[in-house]
């Protein structure tokens, strides 16, 4: 997968796309393709009241959404942004921003 934890992304479609929101990567669902951003996707739970929550009412809580749905945003260049992959000299593996050629993230170590 092209993003992980704590990266920073905007959603591209769906119900938050026209706010245009961005966020940080909370969860990444590798098995399902899909990812948990922060603010993104909220839904309600109500809940009764109980020990652990006297008064009850309504919990809000964040979503999983499809990888698809999002694209990650460059740290350097602040723009939304496709990634490569490449290898350096000393054999490690990062990943690089196609429009600014930053990197990004380190995806393997040195060998």
């Known amino acids: 997968m092209h993003i ?16 245009e929101l961005r966020g940080k990567v909370l969860k990444v669902f590798p ?7 922060e603010g993104a996707a909220k839904v309600y739970k109500h809940v009764k009241p109980s ?12 979503m999983p959404i499809d990888i ?10 602040k723009q939304r942004t496709k990634t490569g992959a490449k290898i350096k ?12 050629n930053a990197e990004i993230g380190q995806l393997s170590p040195a060998k």
């Not at 000299?89 to 600014?100: F, L, T």
């Open 51 to 62: 020990q652990r929550n006297p008064k009850g009412g309504k919990l809000s809580k964040e």
């Open 68 to 77: 698809s749905n999002v694209m990650l945003v460059c740290t350097e260049c």
């Open 4 to 19: 992980k934890v704590d990266d920073t992304v905007e959603i591209i479609t769906g119900a938050d796309a026209a706010s």
């Open 31 to 37: 098995e399902n393709g899909k990812i948990l951003v």
């Open 89 to 100: 000299e000393d054999g490690s593996k990062v990943r690089y921003c196609k429009s600014c």
